[in-house]
């Protein structure tokens, strides 16, 4: 890398893994009220995907524990909860960990964890998170304020049908520095995790303090990604709006046929989802319609076993 200050496209990716180590996932514990009554029982608030049939029953069926969970899909929201008071609802919160240790734990929303039970499990992870690991503790670094469950790059999808993977690895964030590619991505709505994916389009290293200068760009590319973006929405809208374009264009036939797969899977666990009512394929046309016009009055929901139903905003 020529300048510290900048990453290169390539650079980039292959730094990736050392970053996300600093914003690993992890699980705390919650200081509610213990009782005696709710011995087998477990409130998980987390993102979404953590509370699928996959990740939860292996325990439910080794431990016979009644769990119930609730996902969003951004940190400050679920501690937002904490703060109003759910420390009495919620045993356990998923989030990112400089959360943990910056806000969460020195706000008393959450409690330490037992280092002699809990730091073996560490031992049986990945060298580079031997115990004592720095991001799951506080930062005086004596106590253990959760546990590592996932890292990796925080990056982008595309669809490859119109941008090659060879296309995205070799160009990087700087897709979004292309004028021919706005009003043909969507953002993630989010508080905080698309900031250092505006630093990587803007040109600079997200990881360290900024210049004035830097701050600018910052500001001019966030300015700009926005107005570019088709829609910016939470995964739920995102995917919905991906999924609802590409029933528009097929036969009712072809989409009774993908309903009946996606159903089977979730008969199977591999998908579940409530499904509130199925709309036509006029009615979903409709919504695409209204979607793509940009109006923001409602939007359209595909539930991930492939049924889809509208809401109004």
């Not at 890398?1 to 290169?8: D, Q, R, T």
């Not at 499990?121 to 060298?127: E, G, T």
């Not at 969507?186 to 701050?215: M, Q, R, T, Y």
């Not at 700009?224 to 995917?239: H, I």
Request: with cysteine.
């Amino acid at each position: 890398m020529a300048n510290s200050s900048k990453i290169s496209r390539r650079n980039f990716m292959q730094q990736s893994a050392l970053w996300a180590a600093a914003f690993a996932g992890g699980t705390a514990a919650v200081p509610g009220i213990a009782s005696a009554a709710r011995e087998k029982e477990l409130n998980i608030l987390c993102w979404e995907g953590y509370n699928s049939a996959q990740v939860l029953d292996p325990f439910r069926s080794s431990t016979g524990a009644t769990v119930k969970a609730e996902s969003l899909t951004n940190d400050p929201t679920m501690i937002n909860r904490l703060r109003a008071g759910e420390t009495n609802v919620w045993d356990l919160i998923n989030v990112n960990n400089p959360w943990a240790r910056k806000v969460m734990f020195p706000e008393k929303l959450i409690k330490p964890l037992d280092r002699a039970k809990f730091e073996p499990y560490f031992s049986k992870m990945l060298p580079a998170f031997k115990p004592p690991y720095k991001w799951a503790m506080d930062d005086g670094g004596t106590e253990l304020l959760g546990m590592c469950q996932r890292f990796g790059p925080y990056s982008f999808v595309v669809n490859t049908d119109k941008v090659s993977r060879a296309t995205a690895e070799d160009q990087g964030w700087n897709l979004w520095n292309d004028p021919a590619n706005a009003k043909k991505y969507g953002i993630l709505e989010s508080d905080d995790w698309n900031v250092f994916c505006i630093c990587c389009i803007a040109g600079f290293d997200p990881f360290k303090v900024h210049s004035d200068d830097e701050v600018a760009k910052f500001t001019e590319a966030a300015k700009r990604v926005f107005k570019g973006a088709k829609l910016v929405g939470d995964g739920q809208t995102l995917v919905g709006f991906i999924l609802g374009r590409a029933l528009a264009t097929r036969s009712l036939a072809q989409i009774r046929a993908i309903y009946a797969e996606l159903g089977e899977q979730a008969q199977q666990g591999i998908l579940t989802a409530p499904v509130e009512k199925v709309y036509s394929i006029e009615e979903i046309k409709a919504a695409v319609a209204h979607a793509e016009r940009g109006e923001r009055a409602g939007k359209i929901l595909v539930a991930p076993n492939g049924q889809a139903r509208i809401t109004a905003a």
